[in-house]
């Protein structure tokens, strides 16, 4: 299983960034994803979770708002748009997806994508 993240990129504050992330080997509508950062220096943590027939998202407090998860499951892609972005922002974001929705949401995905970077500039 592989997860492809892309859509990182350097921004000024305030700015929008969309993520996305395309799983291969893994049947996709059968999964449920999430999204997670890592601010430099700092452990990974959850940012938001969608389930397999977007029916349902869980987002972190600290992105209520601002950031939306999707997925197309035609396209086997899940999608973090991200808004209003803060420097705080910075870091590297990782999709992830598991068969159950309670692994995502506690931060304990069966499978991590590599990090796509994120930098947001004042």
């Known amino acids: 299983v592989q997860l492809q993240a892309s859509g990182g990129g350097s921004v000024l504050a305030g700015d929008s960034l969309t993520l996305s992330c395309t799983p291969s080997g893994l049947a996709f509508s059968h999964y449920h994803m999430g999204w997670f950062f890592r601010a430099p220096g700092q452990e990974r943590e959850f940012v938001a979770a969608?389930?397999?027939?977007?029916?349902?998202?869980n987002y972190a407090d600290s992105v209520q708002g601002r950031f939306t998860i999707s997925r197309d499951n035609a396209k086997s892609t899940v999608y973090l748009r991200m808004t209003s972005l803060k420097p705080e922002d910075t870091g590297l974001y990782y999709c992830?997806?598991?068969?159950?929705?309670?692994?995502?949401?506690?931060?304990?995905?069966?499978?991590w994508g590599q990090g796509t970077l994120v930098t947001v500039s004042s």
């Open positions: 969608i389930t397999w027939s977007s029916g349902t998202t």
């Open positions: 992830a997806s598991d068969p159950l929705y309670s692994d995502i949401v506690k931060g304990t995905p069966a499978y």
